[in-house]
């Protein structure tokens, strides 16, 4: 047991059983030291007297004697019982004290634990806390980041509805007055073909508009379709310069197609996005070139394990900035106010032409200097293929139609303008506004034995639309081609359209020699049926 010390208080070690208190102990030991002294003092006058007394006397004083042991001894065993109880209670005192300390150490222990743990805990919490606070600041920076693209896309949109409009009203402004115009009755011949000639022009400059919108709503939804085919590029890229060596030639720009060594008679890509990017460079390269010309330079690269076609624009125009050179591949992205009112545009053209060639698996990249030109480089993979076997081309608006031909078409001015591309091919038409109108006219022309050869229908009717109009007339047991007549004509159109009962489509608006050709071939095929 340990040693402790309080004010006025010793203990120590007694016999193995514990300590005294030391007050306790004090007066044993005076007391035992009087009964001492006493007894030596009684002792030696006893003695003394006892050798002086008689015999009774001695008894008596014997008896007395005993009387006293007995007394002392009785005297002894109650300090020894009263000094025994002081002694235990001390030992209970210093045992109780003794476990308060075991116990007041355990809880300083466990007092410690605890307080570890929760410093553990609290620096768990606080790097948690840091972690989340950083996390936050990081969303904060990402919704930051968010919010300014977003808010600078909304600009970008905002500023292309605004061009947009500007490049569909420039237009419809020379449609609309020219066609005011030819309304007159005193314009000369030569006036009047002037007039036609600049309402189709615009009319051709609404329709690529409208075109490249599409495209770009087609790729942002990821809708975009790859066709990869044979195709001639020699010819794909002749072309692209028969349609448009007339524009350059009206600004007096030259425009070249030079193959440095013979390509090869076919490659493998989709011919029709390889001729849409080239249209859309080599226009662009006109647009903005004022004197000089427009060079096309193609060639084969064959190093690479894949051969490449490599094909450069060249132009002698304003050439750009390298700010501008950075960005002017962005959707929207036009290179200057002044240029942008004076040559006209709303900035999607060379961006749909990287969409396209990243699509193809290739690579556009251009190069430009401030007054000395600009030349965008395109390249794409391909592989050699044998020479296609290229068709005669169609005779343009000269196609004769034979037969009947049912034509449904709920909007007045396109029934009436399809009816005479109809009659002036050579065809019998019978025009109807109405899904049901379509069911009641081929009921009429098999009764009067002049039956329906070819079904035109435009699929978007009030009613019946085209597709429960289709399927009306297979109904009737309406066995020929169904031509749609649509204004959908994205990527899938086609198929859709065909899935609902149609052989063909034609688009709006209306192509005459496309569509009259078309037209024709459905014709033969169904003279060769019966």
Request: glycine letters at 8%; a neutral charge; one cysteine or more.
């Given at each position: 047991?340990?040693?402790?010390?309080?004010?006025?208080?010793?203990?120590?070690?007694?016999?193995?059983?514990?300590?005294?208190?030391?007050?306790?102990?004090?007066?044993?030991?005076?007391?035992?030291?009087v009964i001492a002294m006493l007894w030596i003092l009684a002792s030696d006058?006893?003695?003394?007297?006892?050798?002086?007394?008689?015999?009774?006397?001695?008894?008596?004083?014997?008896?007395?004697?005993?009387?006293?042991?007995?007394?002392?001894?009785?005297?002894?065993?109650?300090?020894?019982?009263?000094?025994?109880?002081?002694?235990?209670?001390?030992?209970?005192?210093?045992?109780?004290?003794?476990?308060?300390?075991?116990?007041?150490?355990?809880?300083?222990?466990?007092?410690?634990?605890?307080?570890?743990?929760?410093?553990?805990?609290?620096?768990?919490?606080?790097?948690?806390?840091?972690?989340?606070?950083?996390?936050?600041?990081?969303?904060?920076?990402?919704?930051?980041?968010?919010?300014?693209?977003?808010?600078?896309?909304?600009?970008?949109?905002?500023?292309?509805?605004?061009?947009?409009?500007?490049?569909?009203?420039?237009?419809?402004?020379?449609?609309?007055?020219?066609?005011?115009?030819?309304?007159?009755?005193?314009?000369?011949?030569?006036?009047?073909?002037?007039?036609?000639?600049?309402?189709?022009q615009n009319a051709a400059l609404l329709l690529t508009l409208i075109a490249?919108?599409?495209?770009?709503?087609?790729?942002?939804?990821?809708q975009l379709r790859i066709a990869p085919v044979a195709c001639g590029p020699?010819?794909?890229?002749?072309?692209?310069?028969?349609?448009?060596?007339?524009?350059?030639?009206?600004?007096?720009?030259?425009?070249?197609?030079?193959?440095?060594?013979?390509?090869?008679?076919?490659?493998?890509?989709?011919?029709?996005?390889?001729?849409?990017?080239?249209?859309?460079?080599?226009?662009?390269?006109?647009?903005?070139?004022?004197?000089?010309?427009?060079?096309?330079?193609?060639?084969?690269?064959?190093?690479?394990?894949?051969?490449?076609?490599?094909?450069?624009?060249?132009?002698?125009?304003?050439?750009?900035?390298?700010?501008?050179?950075?960005?002017?591949?962005?959707?929207?992205?036009?290179?200057?106010?002044?240029?942008?009112?004076?040559?006209?545009?709303?900035?999607?053209?060379?961006?749909?032409?990287?969409?396209?060639?990243?699509?193809?698996?290739?690579?556009?990249?251009?190069?430009?200097?401030?007054?000395?030109?600009?030349?965008?480089?395109?390249?794409?993979?391909?592989?050699?293929?044998?020479?296609?076997?290229?068709?005669?081309?169609?005779?343009?608006?000269?196609?004769?139609?034979?037969?009947?031909?049912?034509?449904?078409?709920?909007?007045?001015?396109?029934?009436?303008?399809?009816?005479?591309?109809?009659?002036?091919?050579?065809?019998?038409?019978?025009?109807?506004?109405?899904?049901?109108?379509?069911?009641?006219?081929?009921?009429?022309?098999?009764?009067?034995?002049?039956?329906?050869?070819?079904?035109?229908?435009?699929?978007?009717?009030?009613?019946?639309?085209?597709?429960?109009?289709?399927?009306?007339?297979?109904?009737?047991?309406?066995?020929?081609?169904?031509?749609?007549?649509?204004?959908?004509?994205?990527?899938?159109?086609?198929?859709?359209?065909?899935?609902?009962?149609?052989?063909?489509?034609?688009?709006?608006?209306?192509?005459?020699?496309?569509?009259?050709?078309?037209?024709?071939?459905?014709?033969?095929?169904?003279?060769?049926?019966?």
């Amino acid at each position: 047991m340990r040693h402790m010390w309080r004010p006025g208080v010793h203990l120590k070690r007694h016999n193995g059983q514990g300590g005294y208190a030391g007050s306790g102990a004090a007066r044993i030991a005076i007391l035992y030291f009087v009964i001492a002294m006493l007894w030596i003092l009684a002792s030696d006058t006893a003695l003394r007297w006892f050798m002086g007394q008689s015999p009774p006397q001695i008894a008596q004083t014997i008896k007395g004697w005993g009387f006293v042991a007995v007394t002392a001894v009785m005297l002894y065993a109650l300090v020894r019982r009263l000094v025994g109880k002081e002694i235990a209670a001390q030992e209970a005192l210093q045992a109780a004290q003794a476990q308060r300390l075991a116990e007041l150490e355990k809880a300083r222990i466990e007092l410690e634990r605890r307080v570890g743990e929760r410093t553990a805990d609290l620096s768990d919490a606080n790097r948690i806390l840091q972690q989340q606070i950083a996390q936050r600041q990081q969303i904060e920076g990402a919704l930051q980041r968010a919010k300014s693209m977003a808010e600078s896309a909304n600009r970008a949109k905002t500023d292309f509805v605004a061009s947009v409009s500007h490049e569909i009203r420039t237009p419809l402004t020379s449609i609309v007055g020219y066609a005011d115009l030819l309304q007159g009755g005193d314009l000369s011949p030569e006036e009047r073909r002037q007039y036609l000639t600049i309402v189709q022009q615009n009319a051709a400059l609404l329709l690529t508009l409208i075109a490249d919108v599409l495209d770009v709503s087609q790729i942002e939804a990821g809708q975009l379709r790859i066709a990869p085919v044979a195709c001639g590029p020699g010819l794909l890229l002749m072309e692209v310069v028969d349609l448009l060596k007339e524009r350059a030639a009206k600004k007096h720009l030259s425009l070249t197609l030079e193959c440095p060594a013979p390509l090869p008679p076919a490659v493998h890509t989709d011919p029709t996005r390889l001729r849409q990017i080239l249209l859309n460079l080599v226009a662009n390269a006109i647009k903005f070139t004022q004197h000089g010309g427009i060079r096309i330079v193609a060639r084969m690269e064959t190093e690479a394990s894949e051969p490449m076609l490599r094909v450069e624009v060249i132009d002698t125009g304003p050439g750009m900035s390298a700010e501008q050179l950075e960005h002017v591949f962005e959707p929207f992205y036009q290179t200057g106010e002044t240029r942008d009112k004076k040559l006209g545009g709303v900035g999607l053209g060379l961006a749909i032409a990287r969409e396209l060639v990243e699509k193809l698996g290739g690579t556009i990249n251009a190069q430009s200097w401030l007054g000395a030109g600009t030349t965008f480089t395109v390249r794409v993979p391909t592989q050699h293929q044998a020479a296609p076997q290229t068709p005669p081309p169609p005779e343009r608006a000269s196609a004769q139609l034979r037969g009947h031909i049912l034509l449904t078409e709920d909007d007045a001015h396109i029934r009436r303008l399809v009816t005479i591309y109809l009659e002036h091919a050579g065809a019998d038409v019978t025009a109807v506004e109405s899904g049901m109108g379509a069911v009641s006219a081929l009921r009429q022309a098999a009764a009067s034995h002049a039956p329906v050869q070819l079904v035109l229908l435009d699929m978007q009717m009030p009613g019946m639309d085209g597709v429960q109009t289709a399927g009306a007339l297979r109904a009737e047991g309406f066995a020929g081609p169904i031509i749609a007549l649509t204004a959908y004509t994205m990527e899938g159109e086609r198929e859709r359209w065909i899935g609902a009962g149609c052989d063909d489509m034609v688009g709006k608006p209306i192509d005459r020699g496309t569509f009259l050709q078309t037209l024709a071939r459905h014709l033969a095929a169904v003279g060769t049926r019966n």
